[in-house]
C-alpha cells in the first residue's frame, strides 16, 4: 500500500521508493513531500507515505496530486 518513504536522515530528507531504494535526497520534510506530489501527477491518484522523524518511529500522510489551475 505504502509505495514511497520520506525518511529523515544525517539533516536531510530522504524519498525512497520499495522498488528502486533512494531516489533523492531534500533540505526539508516539505520538499520531499512536494517531490511526492509529482509522481501523484503521473497517475492523478494520491499516494499513501510513510514518514520517519525519528528512528522506529512512523506515521502516514496522503499527497494528493496537484490541481489543475
Known sequence: ???LT???Q???WLLCDDEQG???SFASQAEALE???AYARVDDEARYV???ETPGEWRE???D???PH
Open 1 to 3: 500500500m505504502f509505495d
Open 6 to 8: 520520506v525518511v529523515a
Open 10 to 12: 544525517g539533516g536531510r
Open 22 to 24: 533512494e531516489l533523492c
Open 35 to 37: 517531490a511526492v506530489s
Open 50 to 52: 510513510l514518514i520517519q
Open 61 to 63: 500522510t496522503i499527497v
Open 65 to 67: 496530486p496537484p490541481r
